[in-house]
């Protein structure tokens, strides 16, 4: 392709939007354009990229035995309110009407278009497995667009369907798509973690997150180098440490006047914040519950639902405060709640004694209290948010916190759509039972900004080749001299044969050609330029900045062998 | 691939839609399913054609020098107002908000996203002529989702803008890339004809369209098989035709009560309908029009806007009626009109003496109404509409009225975007130009309809090959019999290197599986059935019936011969 007839409007200004450098970079490159917050355009050498890793994403479906399909983005409200998710899915779901008033959203996930597909043509476990997918546009209402491509309102997904006739296939499929993202991110040449985490509004008992660790990523991740244990920050667990236990000493109130902060209470009473323990109230469906961590700590509300198996999980008001403690927010401690009270607490605070808690009374503390004695744990569980520092939960090593994208999120689903949505097989023995699902996405253009993310330096882009949108870049320098553009010419017809090439003939300076060539970050350069003259050209690899004349007898050969180790790397 | 570890479920049953015979097969051999009204999957096997007809029209959009990018389907509505679409795009054009409140539509089309991408970008005429193009999923709100993939709600286009320093860009960019249509066309097997045809709500001053001719199509075609002449039916010309002159006769009036139509008139007066004149009101750009045509024609309102270059037109209501003639509807006529009524007739009426009219009086006709005598045309125009048997403009033969499927759509819009939203680059003399604009819809899912309804027949469908999903089915006729299964499994072993090969291993009756092999459709069929004994298999061919046995060791050159026949067919 040559670059004079071709569309890359790289940009000499810096773009305004540059919140993490693949963003400001894909925009001066002229990969993308911005249309409206978190709506993009493809340019054509982001389209390039885009497609380049659509297709490895579509061999390695396919090759997991994922059968291609499309679905499409407007869905009836209908099948959405079979699944309950019309209503709960929340302001993330555009919604919109036809002129006839008839209700459609614009599909963020696909779980009820292929469970209507499946009930209404799988009748009997012979035809199962069957895993189907769709690489597909999907919207979803963000409120706070960010980086691009990362979290736009209009992205394209993979999204894969397993359908199974019981756990154990559920097991395998999960597998084989699980083996297959690890195939695609190696491809990619993306290092990545594969975290547990969070279902969110997809649902599902078991869930794995692909995350490719970056500083400008917007997920937190709990890490131990030591074991490879990765969680999302949200539900990481802590292993066990040792607490300073403290003394049973008698309770006492005191009196604490307009002190409500931990650090405030805990100075007033010349002691460290590690000696208090928060009491925090939440209506876990329908139930009370008061969550106990140490003073210095903050819990984990996603760790708190999984430990008691809360679907839903709101925190008191000052009302109910009042109503289950007899004190206003601030003073609330376990010792002599009200019974109904569920009293989970953090696995450190179990084998704390004599420590500090409101005294459920305005204005006053209890100080020396000690569970079994003073108040009764319901639950102990591991509730509390881990940091770096904590103790790794598999091998008691040091955690660490990290910063990640996530690319893709894989679900066991199990029958909680199939059932919703009524979706039934016969089984071998003539019973009717419902299909075991898998859902598993990853986000396809997300993952263009993801490989910028990891791939690029100060002077641009620098992509691996197996996504670059040409292999090759040849730079004439000065497009007046015969010698230099019959040279260059004459190589750009020699390699298309062989590979993708542009050849950027533009009457520009060189300097202007040498900074688009670095900012644009085709893997490897050829410069044609005064020693053309004595038949040579430099040949460059971008990422690692190797520069070395060639003459143009040995060029095919040394940019075929350099092809192929950069295709190693 | 293996049928029994595929997804094609074809249907026992009939469906419920099957307004045309493409949608019925479609939807009978597993092709596609509906999700709601003018909504649908496709599913595999209706994936691969689309996907085929997909890189057919890539293929032939770079050829022509277009550059491909992908342009987002949620558009803001700030474009939208720039160009004055917003409101004028009419209710098939998708509205809805973000969660801001912001307004965004679903583009049907991206005029507007082009224009914005190319005016930030391209400021000099030596960057043009730009083509660029995405081939992506648009949305409108039909009233009357039909067809199948003919007429959704949501389907893919391929649309291609192309920007031009001047007419004569203009003119070479509309060329190439009307050729590149008849290329696509030619290399889909697909019958066509390039009408002359109305621009609607994409404006611009010249359009073509690309109709496919079927029987079962929504778009009427007026076509003169003796020259080529034709076009969309609402704006054919018509040649000049002996018209029954009429004498020269004294003007009467005469009492008609009751009588409104042209045929209870006529029948009255004991004459023929072409003995009178309609005289229809219309309101033009806030002119008043008297359309006048033989009383047993039809106006045509799309000729009657082009002759007097009106941009809106709508009937004038009864009382305007009363106004402009001083009576009621039905007695309307081109004598003692207002002064400011422009009177057009249709070039057959200037022909005519001596007819009847209504006489601008309740209950009343003029007969021997002489034009030129009685009352002047301000116009004579060619503005009734075209029928079967009406002479060719060209060269006056026979026209016919036919059906087909519009399947392409190119426009010349000159500077009327540009101008609108504000799109200029600087000529070579300095001065500040708008781009000259073309766009170019192709309805790339449509077209998997129009090759099904051409391609099909009473039992099922016989997809070209260039666009079937698969080259070859085999059908195993009895999967308990050891040779036949081991004859199969080697010929699709063998095949498979070669070209794109089904195998029915399904357990199924051969009923069902010769059934399914004829609705699905796929050009070569391999049939391994008792003659494998003997090392013998049927080759047959779907669409023409042929048959044939054929050794084993024959049968690769065989078919790799009738599968050259077949994509040179």
């Not at 009836?76 to 209700?103: H, I, V, Y």
């Not at 009200?338 to 084998?351: G, H, M, P, T, Y």
Request: aromatic letters at 8%; a negative charge.
């Amino acid at each position: 392709m040559r670059l004079s007839s071709y569309f890359v409007p790289t940009l000499r200004e810096e773009p305004t939007e540059r919140d993490i450098p693949s963003l400001r970079l894909l925009l001066k490159a002229g990969y993308i354009r911005r249309i409206a917050a978190g709506v993009y355009t493809f340019l054509p050498l982001g389209f390039a990229v885009y497609k380049k890793i659509e297709n490895i994403v579509r061999e390695e479906m396919n090759r997991a035995g994922g059968i291609e399909i499309f679905m499409p983005a407007l869905n009836p409200a209908e099948l959405w309110q079979e699944s309950e998710r019309w209503t709960n899915f929340g302001p993330e779901l555009f919604k919109l009407k036809d002129r006839t008033g008839r209700d459609f959203c614009l599909a963020p996930t696909h779980e009820e278009v292929s469970v209507e597909i499946v009930r209404r043509t799988i009748k009997s476990y012979r035809q199962l497995p069957l895993l189907i997918y769709h690489i597909q546009t999907k919207f979803r209402d963000e409120p706070r667009p960010r980086g691009g491509l990362i979290r736009a309102k209009e992205f394209v997904m993979k999204d894969l369907y397993s359908f199974d006739r019981d756990e154990k296939g559920l097991d395998e499929s999960f597998e084989k798509i699980r083996q297959a993202y690890e195939r695609i991110l190696q491809r990619l040449k993306l290092p990545y973690l594969i975290l547990e985490a969070e279902a969110g509004a997809i649902g599902g008992k078991y869930t794995l997150e692909f995350t490719v660790p970056t500083p400008s990523g917007e997920d937190e991740v709990i890490l131990c180098r030591s074991c490879g244990y990765a969680s999302s920050k949200s539900i990481a667990m802590i292993g066990d440490s040792e607490v300073p236990q403290g003394e049973e000493t008698p309770l006492r109130k005191v009196h604490t006047p307009n002190l409500k902060t931990v650090q405030e209470v805990a100075s007033f009473l010349s002691t460290t914040p590690d000696r208090l323990v928060k009491t925090l109230l939440y209506i876990a469906d329908g139930r009370y519950v008061a969550a106990l961590v140490r003073g210095d700590r903050e819990l984990s509300e996603s760790k708190l639902s999984l430990a008691i198996g809360a679907k839903s999980l709101q925190m008191a008001d000052g009302e109910t405060i009042e109503k289950l403690t007899g004190a206003p927010m601030g003073f609330s401690g376990p010792v002599n709640l009200r019974e109904d009270v569920l009293i989970v607490a953090d696995k450190e605070v179990a084998k704390m004694k004599g420590f500090i808690t409101g005294a459920n009374e305005e204005d006053f503390h209890l100080i020396g209290v000690v569970p079994g004695r003073d108040f009764s744990i319901s639950m102990v569980a591991d509730i509390r948010l881990a940091v770096a520092g904590d103790p790794c939960p598999k091998c008691q090593g040091k955690l660490e916190e990290i910063r990640g994208i996530e690319v893709g999120h894989i679900f066991k689903l199990g029958t909680e759509y199939s059932e919703k949505m009524k979706a039934y097989f016969q089984d071998e023995d003539g019973s009717l039972k419902p299909f075991v699902m898998g859902c598993y996405g990853l986000g396809v253009s997300r993952l263009v900004s993801a490989v910028a993310e990891i791939y690029h330096d100060e002077d641009g882009l620098c992509w691996p080749i197996s996504v670059a949108p040409f292999d090759l870049i040849i730079i004439l320098v000065n497009t007046q001299d015969d010698v230099q553009r019959e040279t260059a010419d004459k190589i750009y017809a020699q390699l298309s044969q062989k590979m993708s090439v542009l050849y950027d003939d533009r009457e520009e300076s060189p300097g202007v050609k040498f900074k688009d060539a670095d900012l644009i970050g085709i893997p490897i350069q050829i410069v044609v330029g005064r020693k053309a003259m004595e038949n040579k050209v430099e040949l460059r690899v971008r990422r690692t900045r190797e520069r070395e004349d060639v003459s143009l007898e040995e060029i095919e050969d040394r940019v075929l062998s350099l092809w192929e180790r950069l295709k190693e790397e």
